[in-house]
């Protein structure tokens, strides 16, 4: 879901009780708020997105034993590119398999253009960056690009069509950084 009205409100229902209870969120910095069941236990789970110098966190919130209460299990420091104009603007969505996807990309500045995705999944009782997909393409040669999908559970993905391995892993998502990102996707 993008900002609107009710902001405010899900911050504040978010900040609620748990482990990292003092992390603050400032509504000003939220890009995004997605819900969802995530870990399927019946309970609305909360993923925020927080510009943050450059860069956007990830707040990842459990349902709590109240109804409407959220306790925040992980938080993704600097896990997606954030720019200041249209078209560089992350944002939020439901994977195809019921998870969270992290949408970042330059769509306004210069010639090379990009589109990348972290697919983030329950798994082992924790939330891990399960899936990564890059497109690039540049606006003035058409013939020029890479797309590039890898699943990060199996290690196996597809660069411009063509199968590989990746020694790149799926991992928790407050240990997710750039540099573990599969190599093979910016060659």
Same mark, same amino acid.
């Given at each position: 879901?993008?900002?609107?009205?009710?902001?405010?409100?899900?911050?504040?229902? *978010?900040?609620?009780?748990?482990?990292?209870?003092?992390?603050?969120?400032?509504?000003?910095?939220?890009? *995004?708020?997605?819900?969802?069941?995530?870990?399927?236990?019946?309970?609305?789970?909360?993923?925020?997105?927080?510009?943050?110098?450059?860069?956007?966190?990830?707040?990842? /919130?459990?349902?709590?034993?109240?109804?409407?209460?959220?306790?925040?299990?992980?938080?993704?420091?600097?896990?997606?590119?954030?720019?200041? *104009?249209?078209?560089?603007?992350?944002?939020?969505?439901?994977?195809?398999?019921?998870?969270?996807?992290?949408?970042?990309? @330059?769509?306004?500045?210069?010639? @090379?253009?990009?589109?990348?995705?972290?697919?983030?999944? /329950?798994?082992?009782?924790?939330?891990?960056?399960?899936? =990564?997909? /890059? @497109?690039? =393409?540049?606006?003035?040669?058409?013939?020029?690009?890479?797309?590039?999908?890898?699943?990060?559970?199996?290690?196996?993905?597809?660069? @411009?069509?063509?199968?590989?391995?990746?020694?790149?892993?799926?991992?928790?998502?407050?240990?997710?950084?750039?540099?573990?990102?599969?190599?093979?996707? =910016?060659?």
């Amino acid at each position: 879901m993008t900002i609107g009205k009710g902001l405010a409100a899900a911050l504040a229902a *978010a900040a609620l009780a748990g482990p990292a209870a003092a992390e603050t969120v400032e509504p000003w910095r939220a890009v *995004a708020v997605l819900d969802g069941d995530w870990k399927d236990d019946g309970r609305r789970d909360r993923a925020v997105l927080l510009q943050a110098d450059g860069m956007a966190d990830l707040l990842i /919130y459990v349902g709590g034993e109240r109804p409407g209460s959220f306790e925040l299990v992980e938080a993704g420091r600097g896990i997606a590119w954030h720019g200041g *104009a249209w078209g560089t603007i992350p944002s939020l969505e439901t994977s195809p398999s019921g998870g969270i996807r992290v949408l970042s990309q @330059n769509e306004a500045i210069g010639r @090379n253009r990009w589109h990348q995705a972290l697919t983030i999944a /329950y798994r082992g009782g924790r939330f891990v960056v399960a899936g =990564f997909t /890059y @497109n690039a =393409f540049d606006t003035l040669d058409p013939a020029a690009g890479t797309d590039c999908d890898v699943n990060l559970l199996t290690g196996k993905g597809l660069l @411009n069509g063509e199968p590989f391995a990746t020694a790149a892993r799926a991992l928790p998502v407050s240990d997710w950084t750039e540099d573990a990102a599969p190599r093979e996707c =910016f060659r």
